[in-house]
Structures are given as C-alpha cells and as structure tokens.
C-alpha cells in the first residue's frame, strides 16, 4: 500500500520561503517519477513541479526561477523549496507518485501567503 504524507506548510508573508517534504511510503521508489500539484480553492488542481527517476525536472511557468524540487531515494523523500512566494500561490499542495501508469496521491498540506 502507497502512502504518501506532505509537512512543510503553513503561513507566510508574500516573499518569503517554505520547504515541504512528502515521505512515500511502499516499493518502487527510486524508479518513481514523483511530483507536487496544487489546488486553489474554486480551481482545478495545477502541476507545480516534477522529478523523475533519472533527475529531469519540470516547473510551471509560474514557478520556475522561484522552487526547487528535490528528491532524496536514500529516505524515500521528495521535497519542494519554495522562494518569493506571492499570494496568489496559496493553496493546498499535493504530493504525488507515479509508476506503473498509476497516480498516487497525499493527503496536502495547506501554503497560505498573507500579510
């Protein structure tokens, strides 16, 4: 059984930084592509960032410059820096697996940037 648990989140000003972590739990990891989404309220869940399991990375336009997705298949980890980050990025932030052709997904952790 997959299972996948993001930390990290939180409150921060416009402009400042977070770090999220998802440790995935179950087989498979180091050949996984793994990746974070994020769903705003009243809007679809959009693709933040991608790793795969030979290290090519992927960003939303939005973020590139800004994140850094990482992954550490010695602790079964996939993490994402987060800098400047603007209002308009809070959400809630999902951690996601894929192998196989199947999607595994955690639970979100809530980002909220306010003053």
């Known amino acids: 059984q997959v299972q996948l648990v993001e930390s990290g989140g939180g409150l921060v000003q416009p402009g400042g930084s977070l770090r999220l972590s998802c440790v995935v739990s179950?087989?498979?990891?180091?050949?996984?592509?793994l990746g974070w989404y994020r769903q705003a309220p009243g809007n679809q869940r959009e693709l933040v960032a991608t790793?795969?399991?030979?290290?090519?990375?992927n960003y939303a336009d939005s973020v590139r410059g800004r994140f850094t997705i990482s992954r550490d298949n010695a602790k079964n980890t996939v993490y994402l820096q987060m800098n400047n980050l603007k209002p308009e990025e809070t959400a809630v932030y999902y951690c996601?697996?894929?192998?196989?052709?199947?999607?595994?997904w955690g639970q979100g952790t809530q980002v909220t940037v306010s003053s």
């Open positions: 790793i795969s399991r030979s290290y090519n990375l």
């Open positions: 179950g087989s498979n990891f180091n050949d996984a592509g």
């Open positions: 996601n697996k894929r192998f196989g052709g199947s999607d595994s």
